[in-house]
T-cell receptor, first 112, second 113 residues
Framework: GDSVTQMEGPVTLSEEAFLTINCTYT??????LFWYVQYPGEGLQLLLK?????DKGSNKGFEATYRKETTSFHLEKGSVQVSDSAVYFC???????????FGPGTRLSVLP | DAGVIQSPRHEVTEMGQEVTLRCKPI?????LFWYRQTMMRGLELLIY????????DSGMPEDRFSAKMPNASFSTLKIQPSEPRDSAVYFC???????????FGPGTRLTVL
């Protein structure tokens, strides 16, 4: 069935390191794609999104580009901070356009 | 707007007891979602509503779980009787339109002893 796959965590980086979290999806058509972030003890919040192929979503220094050729939406940040430590979820719009399909989440820990 | 409001934030109960979780979505949002999050299974969609009508409840684990949305500003998720394996964080989320950004509440951490 349609799904979202993310790289397994946890990912541990030093402050100012480059971050990539891989995300690939399966779908019929070209669904909207999202990255959500969950900080400790909180609910998920939208980090960025892209609604069509080749779109680049960006927010707070994070970026992700909608690649229909590789069905991917990898999350990147050039220089992570300790405050970026969180769980990151990749998601896609479902086939009915009413709901999301979430990936399993990737935990990121950034050390000072 | 205050965002999605959930209560209680923490609930500790004993096996066999009834548990009711509450959610107030963002005003004007037509969609409401209930999720469960555990370390083992990650984030799972339990049920979602559109204009107070349940659309998909295929994620509800079993008959012990039920959800209602009596009006546009209130929803409940009930577990009766509760079991230790129901221990999890339960999130409510709402969105303005189909496929739109979902706004999550802070969650209810449920512990069933």
């Amino acid at each position: 069935g349609d799904s979202v796959t993310q790289m397994e965590g946890p990912v541990t980086l030093s402050e100012e390191a480059f971050l990539t979290i891989n995300c690939t999806y399966t779908a019929t058509g070209y669904p909207s794609l999202f990255w959500y972030v969950q900080y400790p003890g909180e609910g998920l919040q939208l980090l960025l999104k892209a609604t069509k192929a080749d779109d680049k979503g960006s927010n707070k220094g994070f970026e992700a580009t909608y690649r229909k050729e590789t069905t991917s939406f990898h999350l990147e940040k050039g220089s992570v901070q300790v405050s970026d430590s969180a769980v990151y979820f990749c998601a896609r719009e479902d086939n009915y356009g009413q709901n999301f399909v979430f990936g399993p989440g990737t935990r990121l820990s950034v050390l000072p | 707007d205050a965002g999605v409001i959930q209560s209680p934030r923490h609930e500790v109960t004993e096996m066999g007891q009834e548990v009711t979780l509450r959610c107030k979505p963002i005003s004007g949002h037509d969609y409401l979602f209930w999720y469960r999050q555990t370390m083992m299974r990650g984030l799972e969609l339990l049920i979602y509503f559109n204009n107070n009508v349940p659309i998909d409840d295929s994620g509800m684990p079993e008959d012990r779980f039920s959800a209602k949305m009596p009006n546009a500003s209130f929803s409940t998720l009930k577990i009766q009787p509760s079991e230790p394996r129901d221990s999890a964080v339960y999130f409510c989320a709402s969105s303005l339109r189909a496929g739109g950004e979902q706004f999550f509440g802070p969650g209810t951490r449920l512990t069933v002893l």
